[in-house]
């Protein structure tokens, strides 16, 4: 059974930094790509930033690019999200997700495996 568990969501003041995780089990995680999405209320489920399996290569939604990292530990079978001077627009519930391949990474319908998300809310 495939299990992805994320923490470090919390509250933050706008311009500060949190660090989210997701810890994986039941997979064979260096076979997976690896996605972090967000929720915000009465929005979509929205791509936020995707790891490649070796881990080298990354792609960020524009609205986090330059303030998100994405990395991974393919011992630990961990995934993180490095959040930089956050905005209040970025308060979401964060999920991470799991898939075999590269391919749609920014589509959420081609996850297979999610986490229960984490939330995360920035104050102004």
């Known amino acids: 059974q495939v299990q992805l568990v994320e923490s470090g969501g919390g509250l933050v003041q706008a311009g500060g930094s949190r660090r989210l995780s997701c810890v994986a089990s039941?997979?064979?995680?260096?076979?997976?790509?690896m996605g972090w999405f967000r929720q915000a209320p009465g929005k979509e489920r929205e791509f936020v930033a995707a790891?490649?399996?070796?881990?080298?290569?990354?792609e960020y939604a524009r609205s986090v690019q330059g303030r998100f990292i994405i990395s991974r530990d393919n011992a630990k079978y961990t995934v993180d999200l490095q959040m930089n001077s956050l905005k209040p627009e970025d308060t979401a519930v964060y999920y991470c997700?799991?898939?075999?391949?590269?391919?749609?990474?920014?589509?959420?319908?081609?996850?297979?495996?999610w986490g229960q998300g984490t939330q995360v809310t920035v104050s102004s």
């Open positions: 997700a799991a898939k075999p391949t590269w391919g749609a990474k920014g589509d959420a319908r081609t996850y297979p495996h």
């Open positions: 790891n490649s399996k070796s881990g080298e290569v990354t």
């Open positions: 039941g997979l064979a995680f260096p076979n997976f790509v």
